[in-house]
């Protein structure tokens, strides 16, 4: 329960790495998320992303609603059309959420303000 970093990097625990989106659905909708999660990384590699190898680094969308987990299988249907390696990426319910440590918030905002 409530894994450190170094727990989960040892994929034993089941967790996985991931971005907690909180949206405002009139300003940006859930599909234009789900498709652009496509585009951002690669669907297709199972347990890693690029460098980063492991069950946590496993594609996945987590949905909180029946509408939502439509949509982001629908989306998957779709993008697999454009591509010819099958998309690996899981679509489960979302159960608990913990944040990460605090040198992982904004990491992305973090790394760029320093280089």
């Not at 190898?53 to 609603?65: D, N």
């Not at 959420?97 to 280089?115: P, R």
Request: a negative charge.
């Amino acid at each position: 329960h409530n894994p450190n970093y170094e727990d989960v990097c040892t994929g034993t625990t089941g967790h996985a790495e991931v971005v907690l989106i909180e949206f405002d659905e009139d300003q940006l909708t859930y599909d234009k998320i789900i498709n652009f999660f496509w585009e951002c990384h690669n669907p297709t590699q199972l347990n890693r992303q690029g460098p980063d190898v492991g069950t946590q680094y496993r594609s996945a969308i987590y949905y909180y609603s029946e509408a939502q987990k439509i949509i982001a299988e629908n989306s998957k249907n779709e993008f697999q059309k454009s591509i010819s390696n099958p998309i690996v990426t899981e679509i489960t319910k979302a159960k608990e959420f913990f944040l990460a440590e605090e040198y992982h918030q904004c990491f992305i905002q973090k790394k760029f303000n320093h280089e």
